[in-house]
């Protein structure tokens, strides 16, 4: 229904718009110019202040708002070049347009993408990602982030300081400006092993056998537990006839999902526990 209601709004636009361009005229006197000016601009500041408050906690609600602002800045340049282009400011609203108000909107936009999506770009999973998951030692300090490298080095020793710069070389983790230490964000997809060099592929596909048989345990260990849970158990299934593009896009829409959820925060609250989140996708046996 929203797809037809749009359709047919841009249909009927259209001879508007023709209308429009064949009986206004090209000069118009008005009262009441600098009230809507200022008011527009008025409108636009809340937008701003309205988007950088929802922005800074990280709420979906800041994506339209964020949208809706940078839909203002276009039409606020649209309107200034427009109307001032046979006058001596036309060139000032052009620079202004140009240089300020388009770019703005643009960052604006962006910015509603990182919010909605998290940003958090898929890679290809590594030789060097299968050594980091490989050594528990790397998981027992990822475990204990946010932390200092004081910190760090009286649980683990001094040997923290190399675990945490191999695992920042390879982007999993980074220090902010107040000198603590937080995990990065990853959206690393899985290999085949034949993508490997043949020497390799041994290796890979050990890893990968290794991975799911953990994954089972993990499986059947939540399956046992389950009444344990409470509120913080959730479980869903589906069936779904889907063409391979359609389960990719799937696929992408859930990644943008739990990229935005990873980035909701950066450093955990007490009321907040560590959740395990898991898509799995496949052809029904026998299908």
Known sequence: MLLVFLGAAAVCLVPWIVYLAHTLPDHFDTGQWRTAWVGFDVGLVCCFAAAAWLGLRRRRSAVPLLAATAALLVCDGWFDVVL??????????????VFAEVPIAVFLLMAARRLLTGDLRMRALTLRDIEIHSDPRHHQVLRELPATDAELTGRFGAGAVTLLGTLAEAGYV?????????????SVREPRPEDFDEADQRRVADYLDAKYGREIELLTWAARHRDEFGPWGKAHRGLAWLTEPELRHLEAEYQDLVARYCRLRRDPVPEAREVTVRLYAFPVPGA
Do not use: F, K
């Open 84 to 97: 001032d282009w046979s006058s001596p400011d036309r060139w000032t609203s052009l620079a202004l347009a």
């Open 174 to 186: 980074r220090r902010h400006r107040d000198g603590r230490w937080r995990t990065v964000p990853q």
